[in-house]
C-alpha cells in the first residue's frame, strides 16, 4: 500500500499570530497623540449659542440675576456702594494729568473696583457670598436644563426645586479647590521670591516665573475637566466621584483643546468689561461701583450658559 505523503509546513507557510497588546491612554505619558473623532465648534460661536439662549429666555435669567444682585447687595456689600470711590479718582487724578492720565486713572479705578467686588469687606460677607454663589450657580444651571428641554419653568422654581444637589455640587467644587493648590503655591512662591529680592537677576525670575507657569498649567489641565462635573452632578441620582469620571471621559483625546475653549470665557467677559465699565470709571466713577457690581454677577450667568453649552457640545 503506497504511503501518502504529507507535505510538512515549510518555515513560510507557517501562520503566527501575535498579541498586540493595547495600553489604556492616560495623562502624563509619553505615548502617540490620539485625534477625537469630533469636531468642536469655535469658541465665539459657542458663546453667541449661549447668548442667544439668555436672551430667549431672559425674563427667567436676568430674573435669577436680579435675586442674586438684592441678595449680594444686602449681606455682602452693603448699601454704601460708592463710598470711596470718587476720592479714590479725585487722588488719581491730582497724581495724573493730560488725556492719557485720565484713561490710566480710569483703569486703576475699575481694577480697584474690582478687586473690591471680589473681596468681601468681612469673613461673615465672604460666606455669605460663597453661599449665593451657589445658590445662584443652582438655579442658573436649573433653569439651563429646563429651558435646553423646551419647558418653561417659573423664576421660583429655579431656587426651590435647583436646590437639591447642593451638596453633591459644594464636593466637587472642593475637588476643583483642591486642583487649584499647585497654582495657588506657584503664585505664592513667586510673589515672596520677586517681593522680597530672593530672585534679583534675570535668569534668577525667569526660572521661577517657569516653575509657577507649570504648577498653573497643571492645575489648569485638572479642572479642564472637573468644571464639568458641576453640570453633570446636577443630574438626578448622581454621585461626586461619578461625576468626575464621567467629565474626565467627555475631554478624553481633546483635552487641550477644550482647555482653550474653556480659558476663552474669562479672557472674553474680561474684554467686554473693559470697553462697557472703563467710559463709567473715567467719568462718573460712583456709578461705576454700582456698573461693576452689576456686571461681574452677569458675568457669573454668561459663564454658566457658556461652560453649559460647551458641555453640551461634547456630549
Not at 102 to 127: D, F, K, Y
Not at 130 to 140: D, H, K, Q, T, Y
Not at 186 to 199: N, P, Q, R
Given at each position: 500500500m503506497a504511503k501518502k505523503h504529507i507535505k510538512k509546513p515549510t518555515s513560510s507557510s507557517k501562520t503566527t499570530t501575535r498579541k498586540v497588546s493595547h495600553r489604556p491612554y492616560a495623562s502624563f505619558r509619553l505615548q502617540k497623540r490620539v485625534k477625537h473623532p469630533g469636531n468642536l465648534a469655535k469658541a465665539r460661536r459657542i458663546l453667541r449659542s449661549a447668548h442667544k439662549h439668555v436672551w430667549q429666555h431672559k425674563k427667567?435669567?436676568?430674573?435669577?440675576?436680579?435675586?442674586?444682585?438684592?441678595?449680594?447687595?444686602?449681606?455682602?456689600?452693603?448699601?454704601?456702594?460708592?463710598?470711596?470711590?470718587?476720592e479714590i479718582r479725585t487722588i488719581i487724578d491730582e497724581?495724573?494729568?493730560?488725556?492719557?492720565?485720565?484713561?490710566?486713572?480710569?483703569?486703576?479705578?475699575?481694577?480697584?473696583?474690582?478687586?473690591?467686588?471680589?473681596?468681601?469687606?468681612?469673613?461673615?460677607?465672604?460666606?455669605?457670598?460663597?453661599?449665593?454663589?451657589?445658590?445662584?450657580?443652582?438655579?442658573?444651571?436649573?433653569?439651563?436644563?429646563?429651558?435646553y428641554a423646551k419647558k418653561s419653568p417659573a423664576l421660583r422654581d429655579a431656587f426651590y426645586l435647583g436646590?437639591?444637589?447642593?451638596?453633591?455640587?459644594?464636593?466637587?467644587?472642593?475637588?476643583?479647590?483642591?486642583?487649584?493648590?499647585?497654582?495657588?503655591?506657584?503664585?505664592?512662591?513667586?510673589?515672596?521670591?520677586?517681593?522680597?529680592?530672593?530672585?534679583?537677576?534675570?535668569?534668577?525670575?525667569?526660572?521661577?516665573?517657569?516653575?509657577?507657569?507649570l504648577l498653573t498649567v497643571l492645575s489648569l489641565y485638572m479642572i479642564s475637566s472637573s468644571l464639568f462635573a458641576l453640570y453633570i452632578v446636577t443630574l438626578p441620582d448622581m454621585r461626586p466621584m461619578q461625576a468626575l469620571k464621567s467629565a474626565r471621559e467627555l475631554v478624553r483625546f481633546r483635552r487641550w483643546t477644550v482647555l482653550r475653549k474653556v480659558l476663552f470665557i474669562p479672557f472674553a467677559l474680561f474684554t467686554i468689561g473693559l470697553i462697557v465699565l472703563l467710559p463709567f470709571a473715567i467719568f462718573i466713577a460712583p456709578v461705576a461701583v454700582v456698573a461693576v457690581l452689576l456686571y461681574s454677577l452677569v458675568c457669573v450667568l454668561y459663564t454658566h450658559a457658556y461652560m453649559y453649552e460647551l458641555y453640551r457640545e461634547l456630549l
Open positions: 427667567l435669567f436676568f430674573g435669577i440675576v436680579l435675586v442674586y444682585t438684592v441678595l449680594t447687595v444686602v449681606l455682602v456689600s452693603g448699601f454704601d456702594l460708592a463710598s470711596g470711590a470718587k497724581l495724573i494729568e493730560s488725556q492719557f492720565g485720565q484713561i490710566a486713572s480710569g483703569t486703576a479705578v475699575l481694577g480697584l473696583l474690582i478687586s473690591n467686588t471680589v473681596s468681601a469687606p468681612t469673613e461673615v460677607a465672604g460666606l455669605y457670598q460663597s453661599l449665593l454663589f451657589v445658590v445662584s450657580s443652582l438655579a442658573i444651571i436649573w433653569a439651563l436644563r429646563q429651558t436646590m437639591y444637589p447642593v451638596i453633591p455640587f459644594v464636593f466637587v467644587l472642593a475637588v476643583i479647590g483642591l486642583q487649584l493648590v499647585p497654582f495657588a503655591i506657584g503664585s505664592w512662591l513667586f510673589t515672596t521670591v520677586t517681593a522680597g529680592g530672593l530672585a534679583v537677576t534675570f535668569a534668577e525670575q525667569l526660572l521661577w516665573f517657569t516653575f509657577f507657569f
